[in-house]
């Protein structure tokens, strides 16, 4: 912060690094510490809330400056979306943890919803393949892939951490492409922005195990095709969606004959309701193309920093404390 706030150094917001004010060159990479990672992925979608919530716990005082300046609770998109707290690439642990908080309840509804549980059969897949364990037992490998002592065993786990991954987010994309989510009034936004979560948090963890194995090839052809993905396919027009949900939910009101009292009750309860989340899945959905894309950066990482992509892993995940630390900057620095 000090080198930041005298203008030695500029931050590069999208990519979470610093570079030298007086060339360009890149000076290090800013990532979060796993317990700083832990409590943004615990964090309510509100700003207010969030920006009160710093101000009153002590231990997070003196990161504040850190994070306001990384933009990382500076707007409802970064604090809500699965990537916004996968801003380190070794970040998939708090990813899982916050995709764990949208309450979407996508596992059940692929059981109720019948364009979704058609679409998960057409696929000739069934619904514990969509479920949140596989994701678990893909994180188990990368986490003993980081672990392990040997190349081999590191290669061997990280390649099936990959395999799943991978896998999973292939998956979801399909279940995305047949349901199309924001234009289907069955399916609840928080239900969308849960299955678009369960996408983004599988192309982190895809994004992890590839940095580990350290193809730079694969890594950026990795990151462009998921940011691709989900800023193309997962796109969200928010006026559109609004208007067409607005219209069914007047529509099956009417004739079901409810009355005026269920008629008031859209327009006063479930419309601005509407309203808030779909402003929210607009912000998130931004928010996650823009980090996807940024990590392509990250793929000279290793010789930028000069230690193999095992190493950086290992250095951040034991990285201590609840922080922000910058993986680089030279001695001269100083």
């Keep these: 912060m000090p080198l930041l706030e005298r203008g030695v150094v500029l931050l590069n917001r999208e990519a979470n690094r610093l570079v030298w004010a007086r060339d360009g060159r890149f000076a290090a990479k800013l990532t979060p510490s796993t317990g700083l990672g832990e409590f943004l992925a615990s964090l309510p979608a509100s700003v207010e809330s969030v920006q009160k919530l ?6 997070l005082t003196q990161v504040a400056p850190a994070l306001q300046a990384l933009q990382l609770i500076s707007t409802v998109g970064a604090i809500a979306s699965v990537a916004g707290v996968g801003v380190s690439i070794v970040g998939f642990a708090t990813v899982l943890h ?5 309450e979407g309840k996508l596992d059940e509804m692929m059981m109720k919803i019948d364009d979704l549980r058609t679409a998960v059969q057409s696929l000739g897949a069934t619904t514990e393949s969509f479920v949140m364990a596989r994701l678990s037992s893909a994180k188990e490998n990368l986490d003993r892939g980081i672990a392990a002592d040997t190349k081999d065993e590191q290669v061997s786990l990280a390649r099936d951490a990959r395999r799943l991954f991978q896998e999973s987010r292939l998956r979801y994309l399909e279940l995305w492409r047949r349901t199309d989510p924001w234009n289907n009034p069955d399916i609840e936004v928080v239900t969308a922005l849960e299955l678009q979560g369960r996408y983004v948090a599988s192309a982190i963890g895809e994004l992890q195990a590839e940095f580990l194995l350290g193809d730079r090839g694969a890594f950026v ?5 998921a940011a691709r993905d989900v800023a193309d396919t997962m796109r969200l027009d928010a006026l559109k969606v609004f208007r067409l949900r607005s219209d069914t939910s007047l529509v099956r009101v009417a004739t079901k004959s409810y009355g005026p009292v269920h008629q008031a009750t859209v327009l006063t309860t479930f419309l601005p309701m509407l309203r808030e989340q779909l402003r929210l899945a607009a912000a998130v959905t931004t928010e996650s193309a823009s980090r996807l894309a940024a990590f392509e950066d990250d793929a000279e990482l290793p010789t ?9 892993l290992r250095v951040v995940r034991d990285a201590p404390g609840v922080d922000v630390f910058a993986l680089g900057l030279p001695q001269e620095a100083t």
């Excluded at 710093?54 to 231990?59: A, F, K, P, S, Y």
């Excluded at 916050?98 to 949208?102: P, Q, Y």
């Design 304 to 312: 930028l920093v000069g230690a193999s992509a095992h190493e950086i």
């Design 98 to 102: 916050r995709l764990k908080r949208i």
């Design 54 to 59: 710093i101000t009153t716990t002590q231990e």
């Design 221 to 225: 052809h990795a990151t462009r095709s």
